[in-house]
């Protein structure tokens, strides 16, 4: 059974950071693409960034490009969001996706597997 499991979301003040973290099990994690997407009320899943299977290459929505930045632990199959100087733009509840494909794709129907999501608030 595969299962993705974010964890490390909460209310932080603006400017402040925090470190998403995804554990997975059930998959072959080194043949996902791992992806993390976030929505808020009323609008769809907005991609915030990518992974390649290996950790080499990652992309980013420029939203959140220089202030957020992907790793995985190909060992651990997690894959982790740290995030930094924190805006009030950034409240969402946040996902993790997992897909065993090449492309590191940037809309939610590219990915298979998805986690329950986390709920990440930041105040002004």
């Known amino acids: 059974q595969v299962q993705l499991v974010e964890s490390g979301g909460g209310l932080v003040q603006a400017g402040a950071s925090l470190r998403l973290s995804c554990e997975t099990s059930?998959?072959?994690?080194?043949?996902?693409?791992m992806a993390w997407f976030r929505q808020t009320p009323g609008r769809g899943r907005e991609f915030v960034g990518a992974i390649s299977r290996g950790g080499g290459v990652t992309e980013y929505a420029d939203s959140v490009n220089g202030r957020f930045t992907l790793s995985r632990d190909n060992y651990r199959e997690t894959v982790s969001l740290q995030m930094d100087r924190l805006t009030p733009a950034d409240t969402a509840v946040y996902y993790c996706?997992?897909?065993?494909?090449?492309?590191?794709?940037?809309?939610?129907?590219?990915?298979?597997?998805w986690g329950q999501g986390t709920q990440v608030t930041v105040s002004a």
């Open positions: 059930g998959l072959a994690f080194t043949a996902q693409t």
């Open positions: 996706a997992a897909d065993p494909t090449l492309d590191l794709r940037r809309y939610a129907s590219g990915y298979t597997y």
